[in-house]
């Protein structure tokens, strides 16, 4: 494939993958999120279908799957045709600032945020089972998990915030 044409697609898959990823966690940080902890007990269903019925936790996934390689074989390509030197030109720095936020935010975000989320559908599906109300340890241990995931959420949000700044200034450093 000519390099020009692979450019264009890694470029293509990076930015309409970022656009979804960026997207996505921006609304469950500061939307979804914070609805889902004020309805308590009644926003697990909705969640339920949202993340698992509707997949989109897949969804973000995936698209963070695809941004940050499709970004990383850009940076990479770039940095060899050019013998390093675009990596240590402001524009190369200013991109791998932001490349290293959104790793950092993959990490929080698929790490952090998505096992408490696991966490909280096993404990949800595990009192719903029993037929029983939750117990308080549970109702504690629920609580816990929400505050993690919420902090993971948000913190995740704001380095991809930073991560698109930094790609939108890059050109112009």
Not at 48 to 77: C, D, F, H, P
Not at 82 to 103: K, P
């Amino acid at each position: 494939m000519d390099e020009r044409y692979l450019m264009i697609l890694l470029r293509l898959f990076h930015i309409l993958g970022g656009v979804f990823w960026v997207g996505s966690m921006a609304a469950l940080a500061w939307f979804i999120y914070p609805a889902q902890t004020v309805l308590g007990e009644s926003s697990g269903k909705f969640m339920q279908e949202l993340m698992l019925k509707q997949r989109l936790r897949n969804w973000i996934g995936g698209a963070m799957i695809l941004t940050v390689l499709s970004g990383l074989t850009m940076y990479i390509r770039l940095s060899m045709a050019s013998h390093g030197v675009f990596a240590s030109s402001r524009t190369g720095m200013a991109l791998g600032f932001g490349a290293v936020a959104a790793i950092v935010a993959a990490g929080i975000g698929g790490g952090v945020a998505g096992r408490a989320a696991r966490s909280m559908a096993q404990l949800g599906e595990a009192i719903r089972t029993s037929g029983a109300p939750p117990t308080d340890a549970q109702r504690a241990e629920f609580a816990r998990l929400q505050t993690r995931q919420g902090w993971a959420l948000r913190t995740a949000g704001w380095l991809l915030v930073v991560t698109t700044a930094a790609m939108a200034i890059a050109r112009y450093m």
